[in-house]
């Protein structure tokens, strides 16, 4: 049953021509209405939008009763007058160039290396549909406008710093994509994690969205499942400060599955440090996961020939191997 037994014509709208556009929506509800909480009103004469999306218009003050900024929770009456300046939905803001700040490391006709900031996220999505890495790359390269995804070819977590490579025409997306498929692009990262590891080894369990935490990806019981080979080798042991022991290990990935890297590691309990998602805790002063795509190689798109690319640590990564005392 519906919460309400208002209908849309309980309520005049004026005028009655179409909208111009910047012009807000203009309804003066009936003498005949009765008192109703105002984001209820707009969810039956609105009802091509949520519920939700309404409420943000609200609470952004784009609703005006008699004159004055709407609540979601205030009551609107007989006689009220609602002014509405409907709103773009925000996913239409994702492919918007955007002035973002992030290294480019080379480019080419072809490519462009870009070493990605901690705390940026590389493709628009739910909860992160503008200030991302691909408004900057559409700001920076517009013709990326015309390739799909703005070129991305591959991803990396927000809060994961390093190298990817961005196609600038179809023609090399597809190549460099296909060397994706082919495992050929080789990226390697170093990442910090918890606890004393030793030696090399190889992780091979298949990689799925959680069912009981759906941000979260996993290897126990994922839901529909992909393969996932995940390389490491443990540099070398120490003690932070806190008296946490963690341990600097190489990692080199031959697929690219989401998290592929901290939920491999946390499978064979040693998480990264600040990796709160899996298992992680925050150490050294770190408050995001250390994780670092630190090379990248692939066969340039038009002459063949291997090319590769190093980055340096960002700062806070490398401030907390500073503070670890070594092992010797």
């Given amino acids: ?12 709208h004026a005028p009655d021509e179409a909208q111009t556009p910047g012009e807000p929506l203009h309804f003066r509800l009936p003498i005949s209405a009765r008192a109703e909480r105002l984001d209820k009103v707009l969810a039956v004469l609105l009802p091509e939008h949520s519920r939700s999306r309404l409420q943000g218009w609200i609470e952004g003050g784009h609703v005006l009763v008699n004159d004055s900024p709407g609540r979601n929770k205030q009551l609107t009456y007989p ?7 409907p709103q773009l939905p925000p996913e239409s803001q994702a492919f918007i160039p955007e002035d973002i ?9 072809d490519w462009v290396v870009i070493n990605k900031p901690a705390g940026l996220v590389t493709h628009p999505g739910a909860g992160n549909w503008h200030g991302t890495l691909l408004n900057g790359l559409l700001f920076r390269f517009p013709e990326l406008a015309c390739v799909a995804r703005a070129g991305i070819v591959h991803r990396l977590d927000k809060d994961t710093s390093g190298l990817l490579v961005v ?3 179809e023609r090399a997306q597809t190549h460099l994509v296909r060397q994706l498929q082919a495992r050929s692009v080789s990226r390697q990262y170093l990442a910090l994690v918890h606890g004393q590891l030793s030696g090399a080894g190889t992780v091979t369990a298949e990689i799925g969205r959680d069912a009981r ?5 996993t290897v126990d019981r994922p839901v529909a499942p992909k393969a996932a080979i995940t390389h490491y080798v443990a540099n070398r042991s120490g003690m932070l400060g806190d008296g946490v022991m963690v341990t600097e290990v190489a990692c080199r990935l031959e697929t690219g599955r989401t998290h592929q ?14 990796d709160v998602l899996y298992g992680g805790r925050e150490a050294g002063g770190a408050h995001r996961q250390l994780l670092h795509a630190r090379a990248l190689a692939f066969d340039d798109p038009s002459t063949g020939q291997r090319i590769s690319f190093e980055a340096a640590l960002a700062d806070d990564f490398q401030h907390v191997l500073d503070e670890v005392l070594w092992k010797a």
């Fill in 1 to 12: 049953m519906p919460d309400t037994d208002i209908t849309k014509e309980s309520y005049l």
């Fill in 101 to 109: 700040a992030f290294e480019v490391v080379a480019q080419s006709p």
């Fill in 79 to 85: 006689g009220d007058v609602l002014l509405i300046w």
């Fill in 167 to 169: 196609a600038r025409h």
């Fill in 213 to 217: 935490v759906p941000v979260r990806m």
């Fill in 261 to 274: 890297i901290r939920v491999h590691l946390a499978s064979i309990r040693h998480p990264l440090v600040a």
